[in-house]
């Protein structure tokens, strides 16, 4: 068995890919429209995954925007994707320059949780250990769900 993809629904090409690329630092490794289906897909990987994203074509986060208006509900039963990342404390800052919310910030140093412009709850987990315990970070409460 070999893991291949999440599929995301959006409602937004160019917020959800400011999100996931801006922001969490994901590369776009390509992209398909369907005509005929009325949709575009947009395959993402993690920065340390494209090579092997490209060669094996996983792991991926695969975007999937219906060219049709429709209603998506239940960003929060989807659960979460989770990313191992070099310096928490830097890449929730970077978020929060971009204007996202940390609705669970990392006061532990290990983990905190934000989400996209569709909902969608992204864990992100300290590489290695824990970091040390740093303001503002450490004492910010929860903010929301996630």
Avoid at 38 to 63: C, G, H, N, S, Y
Wanted: with cysteine.
């Amino acid at each position: 068995m070999q893991y291949l993809h999440t599929m995301l629904r959006i409602h937004d090409i160019d917020a959800a890919l400011r999100f996931f690329c801006d922001g969490l630092g994901l590369q776009e490794t390509r992209r398909y429209d369907s005509e005929k289906g009325r949709f575009t897909l947009i395959f993402l990987a993690a920065p340390d995954d494209v090579d092997r994203a490209q060669a094996d074509k996983a792991p991926l986060v695969e975007l999937t925007y219906n060219w049709d208006e429709e209603t998506y509900t239940g960003g929060r039963n989807f659960g979460h994707l989770a990313y191992r990342v070099e310096n928490i404390y830097a890449l929730c800052q970077h978020l929060s320059d971009l204007g996202y919310v940390i609705h669970r910030p990392p006061r532990d140093g290990h983990m905190a949780f934000v989400k996209s412009p569709d909902g969608i709850s992204v864990e992100l987990l300290q590489k290695g250990d824990a970091l040390p315990p740093t303001e503002p970070w450490a004492s910010m409460e929860n903010t929301g769900t996630w």
